[in-house]
Structures are given as C-alpha cells and as structure tokens.
C-alpha cells in the first residue's frame, strides 16, 4: 500500500529552525510534495522534490532521499504566521497525490 | 486565472439522505482529485477524474461516487448519508500529467445530523 508518515506537532519559537520529516512506504512515487494549512483554509503548495537532495525556496527547504523513502521540510527564521498544519505528498504516478497525516506546527513567541 | 471554485461551502444534511458537491477546477486543468478531511485523519484520497474517466480511487464505500464532465468540472456524490461522513471535502485541480502541483479549492464543509 501507499502510506506515509510525519510527526503529529512539533513547536518551536519564532527565528528558530525547525525540521518536519516525512517517512513513506511505497512504490510509484514520482516524488515529494509539502503542503501548508492555516486553520480554515485550503492546503497550498510549498514545494516539490522529483529528485534526491535539497530544494531550497527562501525560509524553506526540501530534501528528498528516495532510497531512504524519506524527506523532510525544513523551515527557517521562524515567523507566527508559519503556525500551520504541514503535509507531505507522494506523487502517484504523476497523477494523484497521496497525503500524510499532516504536522501541526505551533511558532511560540 | 480563477481559482479552484467549490460549491456549496456549507451544507447540513440528515442521515440517510444524499449530498452532491461542485468542483470547479482551474481552466485548462485536466484533473480533479477529491479528498475527505476529518480531524486527526487528515487527507483521505477518494478519487481522481482525468478527461471524465476516473484515473483512480481510494479507499472508499461505493456510497461515495463523483463524474468529470466535458469542461472538467466535476461533482461527488454521496448517498445515504451517515453521521462520520461529516467533513471537509477538498477538491485539488492539476494539468493531469506528470502533476507536481495541485491547486485545492476552499472545500466544502458537510455536517450530518
């Protein structure tokens, strides 16, 4: 089957460093995605590795290592506004996504 | 460019009763994947519609169905309604090949009572 897996929260206080991982059991995946969540709104796209190694896009980054089937997201300088849920996604096929359980991340001031 | 646009945003239904959700996707996005979001489960894929056929699907009873049609807007279906079918339902727009991206509506909140 398709599975994947994250911790449940994590906290960390603003300007911190804070690194979610994702680990997955799977075959077919093309590759990783992660996905922000405020409270109340729709998921929304933070980044993509179809690669192994590190995808940087300002605050954050991605890494991927495929042999390992795992990733994480690694945010910086944490802000307030970063409190969010977090998802990894494995790429079916290139077609659908399948999602982890999601990572809630609390920013303490 | 528009958004992904779901409809209706809120719906209280009873049990046993059926419930039909829209999907909207982005123009010139080809498919459309459904999620069902609940409080500790996270995303739970339901299926995906590429060109009006349906590419693939999750986990689900055959009370949850959905179609694709021609201008790829899409629609779920649920029948005979039951109480844990109370969720956020999410739809995600993406090109349909080789995606690395999807674009998810604001969702639909069902309530069963």
């Known amino acids: 089957g398709q599975s994947l897996e994250q911790p449940s929260e994590v906290t960390a206080v603003e300007g911190a460093i804070v690194q979610i991982n994702c680990t997955y059991q799977t075959s077919g995946f093309y590759g990783l995605s992660w996905y922000q969540q405020h409270d109340g709104g729709a998921p929304t796209f933070l980044s993509y590795?179809?690669?192994?190694g590190l995808e940087e896009t300002g605050r954050f980054s991605s890494f991927l290592s495929r042999s390992d089937s795992y990733g994480y997201l690694l945010l910086q300088e944490l802000q307030m506004k970063d409190s969010a849920s977090y998802f990894c996604?494995?790429?079916?096929?290139?077609?659908?996504?399948?999602f982890g359980p999601g990572t809630r991340l609390s920013v303490l001031p | 460019k528009a958004g992904v646009t779901q409809t209706p945003r809120y719906l209280i239904k009873t049990r046993g009763q059926q419930v039909t959700l829209s999907c909207s996707p982005i123009?010139?996005?080809?498919?459309v994947s459904w999620y069902q979001q609940t409080p500790g489960q996270g995303l739970q894929f339901l299926f995906e519609?590429?060109?009006?056929?349906?590419?693939n699907k999750g986990n689900f009873p055959g009370r949850f169905s959905g179609r694709q049609f021609s201008n790829s807007r899409s629609e779920m279906n649920v029948s005979t309604l039951e109480l844990g079918d109370s969720a956020l339902y999410l739809c995600?727009?993406?090109?349909?090949?080789?995606?690395?991206?999807?674009?998810f509506g604001q969702g639909t909140r069902l309530t069963v009572v």
């Open positions: 996604a494995g790429n079916n096929y290139g077609q659908n996504f399948v």
């Open positions: 519609y590429f060109s009006e056929t349906q590419r």
């Open positions: 995600a727009s993406s090109t349909g090949g080789g995606n690395t991206e999807a674009f």
């Open positions: 590795n179809a690669l192994d």
């Open positions: 123009s010139g996005h080809r498919s």
